[in-house]
């Protein structure tokens, strides 16, 4: 019953910003974690980043503290991913989906997760 809609990638410099939306529905949704994933032309796809169903304890990827800021916003069931300082290393389509409550001891798996949504693009020009 889960289902999300990602928005808000984009073509940007190094250095500059975007923000992901990431709309979700469905009871599954709204009272699971939710994390990020990203997959680049070639490669795995990865975990970024995560936040508790309340909207509290997020986590992020290493390479990515201190640049990426996930958000909550419960009453609109959309959560947000705020991508400051942006490098080409960061181009890659982008996903959420619903993770399990253990994400902070245990970093989401995304080879475990069987739905995802169509993703957002985001290239990062050097």
């Known amino acids: 019953q889960v289902q999300v809609v990602e928005s808000g990638g984009g073509l940007v410099q190094a250095g500059g910003s975007l923000r992901l939306s990431c709309a979700g529905s469905?009871?599954?949704?709204?009272?699971?974690?939710v994390g990020w994933f990203r997959q680049a032309p070639g490669k795995e796809r990865e975990f970024v980043a995560a936040?508790?169903?309340?909207?509290?304890?997020?986590y992020y990827e290493d390479s990515v503290k201190g640049r990426f800021t996930i958000s909550r916003d419960v009453y609109e069931n959309t959560v947000t991913l705020q991508m400051n300082g942006l490098k080409p290393e960061d181009t890659a389509d982008y996903y959420c989906?619903?993770?399990?409550?253990?994400?902070?001891?245990?970093?989401?798996?995304?080879?475990?997760?069987?739905?995802w949504g169509q993703g957002t693009q985001v290239t990062v020009s050097s």
């Open positions: 989906a619903p993770v399990l409550p253990n994400y902070l001891d245990y970093e989401p798996d995304p080879e475990k997760i069987g739905f």
């Open positions: 469905g009871v599954t949704f709204r009272s699971s974690a």
């Open positions: 936040i508790g169903w309340s909207g509290r304890n997020p």
